[in-house]
Nanobody, 120 residues
Framework: QVQLVESGGGLVQPGGSLRLSCAAS????????MRWYRQAPGKQRELVAG???????NYADSVKGRFTISRDNAKNTVYLQMNSLKPEDTAVYYC??????????????WGQGTQVTVSS
């Protein structure tokens, strides 16, 4: 059994900051790429940021310069630091990770999502 659990969402005013966390737990052997996606009401889920196992990162154009993705491999955790938040960043944020279990099975796993609302 492998799971991802997100935390850190909430309500913040425009221009504010939030830090999301996503911890992987269970029968994990290794973790490859870790990513954050988001889905706003009435819109498709979109990739926000990704980080490889050796720290290479990529970002959606809409968040470059404002969001920073990082990971702590010892804690099997990925973070998303979000600064200068805008109302259009409002969405449910999902963590995704490509992981290998201790029995050698690879899979793409998703967290349950955490709501981020940017509003005055």
């Amino acid at each position: 059994q492998v799971q991802l659990v997100e935390s850190g969402g909430g309500l913040v005013q425009p221009g504010g900051s939030l830090r999301l966390s996503c911890a992987a737990s269970g029968s994990i052997f290794s973790i490859n790429d870790m990513r954050w996606y988001r889905q706003a009401p009435g819109k498709q889920r979109e990739l926000v940021a990704g980080i490889s196992s050796d720290g290479l990162t990529n970002y959606a154009d809409s968040v470059k310069g404002r969001f920073t993705i990082s990971r702590d491999n010892a804690k099997n955790t990925v973070y998303l630091q979000m600064n200068s938040l805008k109302p259009e960043d409002t969405a449910v944020y999902y963590c995704n990770a490509v992981m290998e279990t201790i029995v050698g099975r690879w899979g793409s796993y998703w967290g349950q999502g955490t709501q981020v609302t940017v509003s005055s």
